[in-house]
Nanobody, 121 residues
């Protein structure tokens, strides 16, 4: 199995910055895509950013230009640097990884437990 552990959430003022981290551990053969979703109270979970093993990235329009996703493949870790944070960025942020535990197995999604990001003055 694969476990994902997030860190870096917290309380920040509008205009501030946060860096989220998510490390994958366990029986990992390889991971192709890693990324972040978020879910605000009363709203559906939405994709924030994704990065492939080759470094290709994609961002939600709501965070584009303010956030940077990066990845350390050797450490199976993904990062999300968020700048110029807004009140509407408040949400629980979930890390995910699309990986497999063996060459013979299919890729499947693994999720972290979530980390709270609160933007408030």
């Amino acid at each position: 199995q694969v476990q994902l552990v997030e860190s870096g959430g917290g309380l920040v003022q509008p205009g501030g910055s946060l860096r989220l981290s998510c490390g994958a551990s366990g029986t990992i053969f390889d991971i192709n895509a890693m990324g972040w979703y978020r879910q605000a109270p009363g709203k559906e979970r939405e994709l924030v950013a994704v990065i492939t093993s080759s470094g290709s990235t994609n961002y939600a329009d709501s965070v584009k230009g303010r956030s940077t996703i990066s990845r350390d493949n050797a450490k199976n870790t993904v990062y999300l640097q968020m700048n110029s944070l807004k009140l509407e960025d408040t949400a629980v942020y979930y890390c995910y990884a699309n990986g497999r535990t063996s060459f013979y197995y299919s890729y499947q999604l693994y999720w972290g437990q979530g980390t709270q990001v609160t933007v408030s003055s």
